[in-house]
């Protein structure tokens, strides 16, 4: 792993291999007798390592970087040592409340109220179904728990410049892609709050139950910040959950420079930011932060007789906030990243990339055979030749 760090940047960004030629270069079923360690690690360097995209390389710029660090891959080291399951408190009481920890010290970094509890799921794409799947448990009468639900008539709304993820959770939802309706944008790529009045109060004319609105805080395409405030205010009034999708972005809100665009937020129902897309941890660790606690469990919380324990409500099961019993100590690798770094450490690398921006804008805007097409809040830069 040493060795890795230490000559990555030689190695090409993107993988230099031919479609299926890995798989094709590999035996077609497991050896009968075991091979040994060194056997492994020489088709780890020949096989395994020229078909790798480098992440972690310093010349990625490709998606939004996956930003680890030594003390992130420790933690993941120790937690596939220790090799627990943290679906209940008692199956590893340490497992839970290092979770509970790491994920409130986020929230107060970041500058969420103290009524949002977090739980660590794998990607924003799970945390976010989770949240719409609360905010369908959340409409009133419906009763999807225990009876199920025809979601043709349910709608849900997001930016037209929303991440696939908003789109996708309708495939499991049940209200299928008609169910989640696009919102134009501003000329920033902002969701227009007129545009949603409006394609709310056409869906309730027309029979439809608008339940849920996800703005972003970072868009993929863009990194734009919907109008949060407005957008809540519409929630507020028109009786949706609003779910915001701060994967991205919310990590600037370490920045007392930047807590502003997380501004509206302390008015969601809950919101997502992902801790290995810029703060410093291994994939996969995202934080779905949730006002509504009970809500999120009561569309999830089943209990045999297997996961019965005694110490009843005094303790808060994980397992009862998704759909997945089987869970990581992911919460370990946050704690390790925020004592490691420090708040203070944090902000000045968050306020480095920033800065690095910026910079790379104004060299563009300055180049007649160049034009940025996007503002430029956080450390994406979209521009043409």
Not at 370 to 378: G, K, T
Request: charged share 20%.
């Amino acid at each position: 792993m040493v060795g890795y760090f230490e000559d990555v940047r030689s190695r090409p960004v993107l993988a230099q291999v031919e479609p299926g030629s890995i798989r094709r270069s590999l035996p077609a079923s497991a050896p009968e007798r075991g091979e040994p360690l060194d056997a492994l690690l020489d088709d780890f360097e020949r096989l395994v390592l020229p078909g790798i995209t480098h992440w972690n390389h310093p010349r990625f710029f490709a998606y939004f970087g996956i930003s680890s660090s030594a003390l992130g891959i420790l933690a993941e080291l120790l937690i596939a040592t220790l090799n627990v399951n943290g679906m209940l408190w008692r199956t590893s009481p340490a497992a839970t409340e290092v979770e509970e920890v790491a994920t409130d010290w986020l929230r107060q970094a970041i500058g969420l109220p103290a009524g949002f509890s977090g739980v660590i799921n794998d990607t924003a794409s799970t945390s976010t179904l989770y949240a719409l799947t609360a905010a369908r448990e959340a409409i009133p009468g419906l009763n999807v728990r225990e009876q199920g639900v025809d979601g043709r008539r349910l709608r849900y709304y997001t930016s037209a410049e929303a991440h696939s993820s908003v789109e996708k959770a309708g495939l499991v939802l049940g209200t299928g892609q008609a169910g989640c309706v696009r919102i134009a944008t501003d000329a920033e790529f902002r969701m227009r709050p007129d545009e949603l009045e409006s394609a709310i109060a056409s869906d309730r004319a027309a029979g439809l139950i608008p339940f849920a609105v996800v703005p972003t805080v970072g868009t993929t395409s863009t990194t734009s910040i919907d109008p949060v405030p407005q957008i809540a205010e519409i929630a507020r009034r028109e009786g949706l959950w609003l779910h915001v999708d701060a994967a991205y972005g919310g990590a600037a809100a370490v920045l007392p420079s930047h807590r502003q665009v997380l501004a509206g937020c302390e008015q969601a129902d809950s919101i997502v930011v992902n801790p290995h897309k810029w703060l410093f941890t291994p994939i996969d660790c995202s934080v779905l932060f949730c006002r509504r606690e009970d809500v999120l469990r009561r569309a999830f919380s089943i209990v045999p007789d297997y996961l019965s324990n005694p110490e009843g409500e005094s303790v808060r099961n994980l397992m009862d906030f998704g759909t997945s019993l089987g869970r990581r100590f992911r919460g370990l690798k946050l704690w390790f990243v925020l004592r490691a770094f420090g708040l203070e450490r944090a902000r000045a690398v968050l306020a480095g990339h920033l800065e690095m921006a910026q910079r790379l804008r104004e060299w563009v805007a300055a180049d007649p055979d160049y034009e940025v097409l996007a503002p430029v809040p956080f450390s994406t830069v979209v521009f043409r030749h």
